[in-house]
């Protein structure tokens, strides 16, 4: 007896065809995990919310209402207001693109700082690599957000000082990961025949070795995005990061820790902005992670 199997095809592909690239695998495996998608859905939403902040916002976010302290929930204002009266809804609006900010910007510091070292040190070797990675591995005997602290405590508080110390505890991350991947392509068959070719240093990177490397920095900057908006946040409940009145979800947070019995919608509300879109985050960087890796199954 002859069992025959049907070939299966990725959306939009025909029956028996190959994919065009391991691009459009990666892209179709990634459209097939739903809860990926969901992750990705509210992501965008959270940024068409802070790009349309001003349209979307009922009230000004940081402008006092001292007859309205302290209300509950109702149709005038959707999520209460605070100990000033300020709408927290509003507030929260705006507070999304502090937060958005914090996770990008931080986590660009510490793709561009820790992919370079890493790239450095994984082609060169010898000295230098030794030198950065004993120099990482101070960096990583402590903890992220105490490596913060420590960086804050030298610049000072404030929302640029904050996004520099997160970003430079991120480097570490990145360092490591990338320069397990150099030195993993750069023992590849390709490379050693771009050098006998006569292929100089900056292309043989740039060209053959670097490209191996986008693809796992992308899903690590994607979870270390999650890392760095809740670190921000913390520092900002801390009075390290964002100042009041700035409507940063972290500082709304903190203004509101005093009033949880009487106001709990103070507090309620930002914290489960951060932690869905924290988890929204996650869930999409480990989906880029299942798509990227052939070895995995979605």
């Not at 390709?190 to 992308?218: D, W």
Request: hydrophobic share 50%; net charge positive.
């Amino acid at each position: 007896m002859t069992v025959k199997v049907r070939p299966t095809a990725f959306p939009g592909q025909e029956v028996g065809a190959r994919p065009q690239s391991l691009r459009m695998i990666a892209f179709y495996r990634f459209l097939r995990n739903r809860v990926a998608m969901i992750g990705l859905a509210f992501l965008v939403f959270t940024i068409a919310c802070a790009i349309l902040a001003p349209a979307i916002a009922p009230y000004d976010p940081v402008k006092m209402y001292p007859t309205k302290t302290l209300n509950a929930p109702s149709l005038e204002h959707w999520l209460g207001t605070d100990l000033y009266g300020r709408d927290v809804f509003s507030r929260i609006v705006f507070g999304s693109r502090l937060s958005l900010q914090m996770g990008l910007i931080s986590v660009s510091i510490g793709v561009s700082v820790g992919g370079v070292l890493g790239l450095l040190a994984g082609y060169s070797g010898s000295m230098i690599d030794e030198m950065t990675m004993r120099l990482m591995d101070v960096m990583l005997a402590f903890p992220g957000i105490l490596l913060a602290l420590t960086i804050i405590a030298f610049l000072g508080p404030g929302l640029t000082n904050a996004m520099i110390a997160v970003g430079i505890s991120s480097v570490p991350l990145f360092c490591r990961m990338v320069r397990g991947c150099v030195l993993s392509a750069k023992e590849d068959v390709y490379v050693e025949a771009a050098k006998s070719i006569g292929c100089g240093t900056l292309r043989v990177v740039f060209r053959h070795i670097l490209p191996n490397v986008i693809a796992p920095v992308i899903v690590l900057a994607t979870l270390a995005v999650g890392w760095a908006i809740l670190t921000g946040a913390s520092l900002s409940f801390l009075g390290l990061g964002a100042q009041p009145p700035t409507p940063e979800w972290g500082t709304i947070l903190s203004e509101g820790r005093d009033y949880l019995r009487v106001a709990p919608w103070i507090t309620t509300f930002p914290g489960l902005a951060i932690t869905v879109l924290v988890i929204a985050v996650n869930v999409m960087g480990d989906g880029l992670r299942v798509a990227l890796d052939p070895r995995m199954k979605v």
